[in-house]
Every structure is written in structure tokens, then in C-alpha cells.
T-cell receptor, first 113, second 113 residues
Framework: EDQVTQSPEALRLQEGESSSLNCSYTVSGLRGLFWYRQDPGKGPEFLFTLYSAGEEKEKERLKATLTKKESFLHITAPKPEDSATYLCAVPPAGGTSYGKLTFGQGTILTVHP | SQTIHQWPATLVQPVGSPLSLECTVE??????LYWYRQAAGRGLQLLFYSVGIGQISSEVPQNLSASRPQDRQFILSSKKLLLSDSGFYLC????????????FGAGSRLTVL
């Protein structure tokens, strides 16, 4: 069974204090790893998809990286508006529907001014 | 551009009452459609997905059902709600081919009393 584990569960940062969130996964034949951002009371918003070990993608202060067993979401010089829950997810190893994602529990990020 | 609408946004229902949550997608045809549930403090759990009109797959045995009467309409229903049905329900869509991104609706907060 595919498993996705995120750590830490919660992270408090001061504005400008860089850090990383971790997403470890157990799935054979990874067909992509997805990162989403979720604001309170709203639906998740897509950030990145990574497909192969060594791949990196960036968006503003966020950079996602992928290894064979885990992914990191690096946050550089965060601002209070980066506060949200960050979710990672993987599709099943087999089958045809990529939307059947297994999600991690998420990391709640709070950035204090 | 594609948009996804989900309603109602908030719902408070007594135990034993029926439920109907509706989701529609605009700007695309033949999407894959999904219902996820997010319990408090937990990750997203896939409930149902559909690859076409009248085609519904259930991921988790439960008190809920789903229907897709039209190409871009997805409905989540229950005949009699249980306390355990409380949660945040999210509709999502993806393209029907390739490693496609899930786009989520704004969510429906259901409280069963």
C-alpha cells in the first residue's frame, strides 16, 4: 500500500527564517509527486509536480526537490503570507487514473512577522 | 480557462437526514471527477472518482454515494447521515489522460449534529 508521511506536523518560523518540509513516500514506480498548498477553509492549490530523482522546481520563495525516497519543500526567507498547510501526494503505482492521489497528513506552516 | 464550483459551502445537518453536495466543472469536457474528504487534522481521503457519465468507483465503503448525471456534474449524496460523516468535502477534477494535476473546488464543510 502506498504511504506518504510528512514532517514536521507543524512548523513555526520567524519571517525570513528559511527551513524545509519533508515528504517521504513508499510507492513502487513513482509516477510523480505533487505538492499542494491549502489555506484554512479552502481547497488545496497546486504548487509543483516532480517526476524523477534530482528534479527541482521553484516558485517564488518555494523550491521543491525529489530523491528516490523523499521530497523536500524548501522555503527561503518566508513571509507571513506563506502560512498555510502544505500537502504532498503521490498517484498509485498502477492503473490509469492519476487523480487517485494518496495524500500525506500535511505540515502546518506558521510564519510570524 | 477551467473553473470548478462546489456548493453549499457550509452545511449543518441532523443525524439521519439526507445529504446532497454538488460540483460542476466549466471550460473542459470529459474530465475525471473526484470526491475527497478531509477530517479535522487529517489528510485527504479519496471517496469516489468518475471517468465518465454514470461511471462511479468507490474507494472506501461508507454511508455515502456519488452520481454523475452529466459530463461535468458530480453529486455526493447520503440517505441518512451519521455523526462520522462530518468533515470537509472537496470536489476535484483532472484531465482524463496523462499525469494530470488535480484542481480542487473550494470545499463544503459538513457538520452532523
Amino acid at each position: 500500500e502506498d504511504q506518504v508521511t510528512q514532517s514536521p506536523e507543524a512548523l513555526r518560523l520567524q519571517e525570513g527564517e528559511s527551513s524545509s518540509l519533508n515528504c517521504s513516500y513508499t510507492v513502487s514506480g513513482l509516477r510523480g509527486l505533487f505538492w499542494y498548498r491549502q489555506d484554512p477553509g479552502k481547497g488545496p492549490e497546486f504548487l509543483f509536480t516532480l517526476y524523477s530523482a534530482g528534479e527541482e522546481k521553484e516558485k517564488e520563495r518555494l523550491k521543491a526537490t525529489l530523491t528516490k525516497k523523499e521530497s523536500f519543500l524548501h522555503i527561503t526567507a518566508p513571509k507571513p503570507e506563506d502560512s498555510a498547510t502544505y500537502l504532498c501526494a503521490v498517484p498509485p503505482a498502477g492503473g490509469t487514473s492519476y487523480g487517485k492521489l494518496t495524500f500525506g497528513q500535511g505540515t502546518i506552516l506558521t510564519v510570524h512577522p | 480557462s477551467q473553473t470548478i464550483h462546489q456548493w453549499p459551502a457550509t452545511l449543518v445537518q441532523p443525524v439521519g437526514s439526507p445529504l446532497s453536495l454538488e460540483c460542476t466543472v466549466e471550460g473542459t469536457s470529459n474530465p475525471n471527477l473526484y470526491w475527497y474528504r478531509q477530517a479535522a487534522g487529517r489528510g485527504l481521503q479519496l471517496l469516489f472518482y468518475s471517468v465518465g457519465i454514470g461511471q462511479i468507483s468507490s474507494e472506501v465503503p461508507q454511508n455515502l454515494s456519488a452520481s454523475r448525471p452529466q459530463d461535468r456534474q458530480f453529486i455526493l449524496s447520503s440517505k441518512k447521515l451519521l455523526l462520522s460523516d462530518s468533515g470537509f468535502y472537496l470536489c476535484a477534477w483532472s484531465r482524463n489522460s496523462g499525469a494530470n494535476v488535480l484542481t480542487f473546488g473550494a470545499g463544503s464543510r459538513l457538520t452532523v449534529l
